[in-house]
């Protein structure tokens, strides 16, 4: 039986309580810990109950190494998931390596002055972790996260060779608001105005933000537009894929979403640079996030579905082949069963089977890992097995 320490109380901290509740098999014992104790005692409240894990909730600012140490120290946790903010991951990494406990992310390091986002202040830990003993999952949500996880597996049982990976990243959920983000506006926003980037013959490719358009039909949604990101996962699948040539991201915006974005830019409130107001200073997005609705509280209002996959194209005994693997995820019935909606749901399912995959030993790799490196088969099954089952076949609309 095991312990887990929950750091972040947001939309994805608490699916995946709730979530390690459900696998009380696996963690008899639950910390919620996040900046605001409030939060983590009414989830609290929500979770108990219904499981016979113990549950119980702290309060911590996940900037302060020191209080991370006692923290983690006096709860003594197997796995430390960090479902704060990606500004916390070296915080965070650093007091699971000085108390030698195993971590787990789902979203890569960015400084938070600069909108930028790569992996290597998080592989820097890698030489210490195996020296201690421990493992640093990165990336464990669904993109990054299951995107890899599905390529791993493509890999393993499907193809000798990849050659090109498309991940699909389809949202045709409507919250009915004119302009809402559905996971931390601050993040969210920093990631889609930034600029485009993919993966070709070694490099990566820039383009301006929103440059290249594609019309794709999906299956269980329909039509959509979506457009090309840059996102964390190129980095490692690039790096841990052996030979692959193309690697790139589509994401689906609807066009009421880009025109508010648009005007929001046009206007300075998407930007990071703090600015004076009435002799203070405030950075526009961040009050950008205070005006908007929070992410947590859009689950009861949203309907429809995402559907999130990875269209792979290689060779399997010399002949070519295609694959695509995808989940469905309906808001709705997300809603019913954890009180969420789909996307903070399709995130922190992964990041509590990760952990449960740590937690067993399953996944027993030391170091700094990115999911792909990880045997794909039993986090597969667990992921039909805890809401997120996945569809697969050999007969893709191909993505031009
Ligand atoms: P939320 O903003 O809803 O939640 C973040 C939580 O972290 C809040 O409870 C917040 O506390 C807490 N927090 C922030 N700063 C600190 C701090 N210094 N110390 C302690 N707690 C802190 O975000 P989401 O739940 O939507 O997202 C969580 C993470 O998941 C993000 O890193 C996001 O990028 C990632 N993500 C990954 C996806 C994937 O597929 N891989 C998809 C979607 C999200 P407070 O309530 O006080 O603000």
């Given at each position: ?5 929950i750091?972040?109380?947001g939309?994805?901290?608490s699916v ?5 509740a459900?696998?009380?098999g ?11 104790i ?31 140490v006692?923290l ?16 916390q ?21 960015e400084?938070?002055?600069a909108?930028?986002?790569?992996y ?13 003993g ?13 995107s890899?996880?599905?390529t ?5 049982h ?7 990976l498309d991940?699909?990243?389809c ?6 608001y004119p ?9 969210n ?11 070709e ?8 933000p929103?440059?290249?358009k ?11 537009d ?39 830019e ?5 930007s990071?640079k703090?600015?004076d ?5 405030i950075?526009?997005?961040?009050f950008?996030?205070?005006v908007?609705?929070d ?13 999130i996959?990875?269209?792979i ?9 295609d694959?695509?693997v995808?989940?469905v995820?309906d ?11 789909a ?28 999911v792909?490196?990880?045997n ?9 097995k805890f ?5 697969e ?8």
């Amino acid at each position: 039986m095991s312990k887990v320490l929950i750091i972040g109380c947001g939309g994805v901290g608490s699916v995946a309580a709730h979530k390690c509740a459900q696998n009380s098999g696996v963690f008899d014992e639950i910390c919620i810990a996040s900046r605001s104790i409030k939060k983590c005692d009414e989830l609290k409240d929500k979770i108990s109950g219904k499981t016979s894990a113990k549950i119980s909730t702290a309060q911590v600012d996940a900037n302060d190494i020191n209080a991370l140490v006692n923290l983690i120290e006096k709860f003594n946790p197997d796995v430390v998931m960090n479902l704060a903010l990606p500004y916390q991951d070296l915080k965070i990494m650093e007091a699971c390596l000085r108390t030698k406990k195993n971590y787990l992310d789902t979203a890569n390091y960015e400084p938070e002055n600069a909108a930028k986002f790569e992996y290597r202040e998080q592989w820097a830990f890698d030489e210490k972790f195996k020296n201690a003993g421990i493992t640093a999952v990165l990336g464990c949500g669904f993109d990054p996260g299951v995107s890899g996880i599905f390529t791993a597996y493509a890999l393993k049982h499907h193809f000798d060779e990849i050659e090109t990976l498309d991940i699909l990243d389809c949202n045709a959920g409507d919250h009915g608001y004119p302009f809402a983000t559905n996971f931390n506006p601050e993040i969210n926003i920093r990631e889609v105005t930034a600029n485009g980037c993919y993966f070709e013959n070694g490099q990566f490719i820039e383009t301006e933000p929103m440059e290249i358009k594609r019309v794709y039909n999906f299956p269980e949604i329909g039509q959509k537009d979506m457009y090309l990101l840059y996102h964390e996962e190129l980095e490692s699948l690039a790096k841990n894929i052996p030979g692959i040539k193309r690697i790139r991201f589509f994401m689906t915006f609807g066009q009421s979403y880009l025109t508010h974005l648009k005007c929001l830019e046009n206007v300075g409130m998407t930007s990071i640079k703090p600015i004076d107001f009435n002799g203070q200073k405030i950075v526009p997005l961040q009050f950008l996030k205070a005006v908007l609705p929070d992410p947590a509280s859009l689950g009861s209002r949203t309907v429809g579905k995402t559907n999130i996959g990875c269209i792979i194209h290689g060779k399997k005994d010399g002949k070519p082949r295609d694959y695509y693997v995808y989940n469905v995820c309906d808001h709705q019935k997300c809603f019913r069963e954890v009180g969420s909606q789909a996307i903070s749901y399709t995130t922190g399912v992964p990041a509590m089977i990760g952990a449960a995959m740590l937690a067993t030993g399953e996944w027993n790799l030391k170091g700094v890992r990115n999911v792909e490196e990880f045997n794909p088969d039993p986090f597969m099954d667990a992921l039909n097995k805890f809401g997120l089952s996945w569809i697969e076949t050999f007969s893709p609309e191909i993505v031009e």
